[in-house]
């Protein structure tokens, strides 16, 4: 049978003209695979400036209406996940901490929406604390629906509330592992910038000029060196949204996998005959450290990188040294 559609409307401003057709609709449905996107085109489910087009790659030469048919968000996931594929990291009567899969929202994004791991952690521990926001139960951070890794959430009410001002207060300490393309000129640096919404391309971060949208701040070290490829420990200062992304893609060391935000005009190295080929981009919350929200004991989280990633690196690491 198949699934519904709804149909959405947008508004492309002039400042995407001589943007991608695939790309600006990526900007409207982020959280959709660009390959995906892709197979909607081709088959007339996005229609510009009223016509049908069946070419991903056309090019916009002007602003106006877009059409998408999107497939309802209560339809099933590409992967169906459970209660049972969260691996728990830690649990207490005040938090618990899980490794969240590659392909899992965080929370729902609508009342009847694709459920997301704080469902997940809802069903399997009972009920958490909202403070007000129902499609949100023990939420004090998010990670984009295809980066793994460590996700707390609070207990109580309490316990929610202090997380989410340590989140605020920056007195969280994070770790991400990234795969990137291209070879980082230093062994560490730091990437600092403003970031907020794309004129562009709506729903996609971008860096602006200073003092517009809000300030962003992060630490690189490079771990290891691949032809054309970098492994990367990444400490994110800020916890603004893609800001992992969008700063390494802005230096030019644009995420492994990551279609949304790829440098623009230039050229990026490309996975070797043989590789194994990444379905998401390269990116795995990897630690979490921070003083409990209620004991004030400093606590640290691990998640092993995924298989998908290892599998990845080792394979680099054995066929492409620099």
Do not use: C
């Not at 800020?238 to 030019?252: A, E, K, L, N, P």
């Amino acid at each position: 049978m198949p699934s519904p559609v709804e149909t959405r409307r947008f508004t492309v401003p002039a400042t995407a003209r001589g943007s991608r057709l695939d790309h600006v609709v990526a900007g409207f449905v982020p959280d959709v695979s660009r390959s995906r996107l892709q197979a909607w085109i081709k088959a007339g489910r996005v229609r510009w400036l009223g016509q049908t087009t069946v070419k991903p790659g056309q090019l916009l030469l002007e602003g106006g209406d877009l059409e998408i048919d999107v497939e309802l968000e209560s339809d099933a996931p590409a992967i169906a996940f459970s209660a049972a594929d969260l691996r728990v990291l830690h649990g207490d009567e005040h938090l618990i901490v899980v490794d969240k899969p590659a392909g899992l929202l965080t929370h729902r994004n609508t009342e009847h929406g694709e459920k997301g791991a704080a469902d997940l952690v809802v069903e399997r521990f009972g009920s958490l604390p909202d403070l007000g926001d129902p499609l949100r139960p023990g939420v004090a951070h998010r990670l984009d629906r295809d980066t793994s890794g460590v996700l707390a959430f609070g207990r109580t009410p309490e316990a929610l509330s202090a997380l989410k001002d340590l989140f605020r207060a920056r007195a969280v300490q994070k770790t991400y592992l990234a795969l990137v393309h291209g070879s980082p000129r230093f062994d560490s640096d730091w990437i600092e910038s403003w970031l907020g919404r794309s004129d562009k391309v709506r729903d996609r971060i971008a860096t602006l000029p200073e003092g517009e949208g809000r300030f962003a701040s992060t630490y690189y070290e490079t771990r290891e060196r691949y032809a054309g490829f970098a492994w990367l420990a990444v400490f994110p200062k800020t916890g603004r949204t893609h800001q992992v992304r969008v700063h390494m893609s802005s230096v030019g060391l644009p995420l492994v996998g990551d279609d949304v935000y790829r440098p623009r005009g230039r050229a990026t190295s490309k996975l070797p005959d043989g590789a194994p080929q990444p379905k998401r981009h390269a990116l795995h919350a990897s630690v979490l450290e921070f003083a409990h929200p209620v004991t004030g004991e400093n606590v640290r989280f691990e998640a092993p990188l995924p298989a998908d990633l290892s599998e990845l690196v080792e394979w680099l690491r054995a066929h492409a040294p620099e």
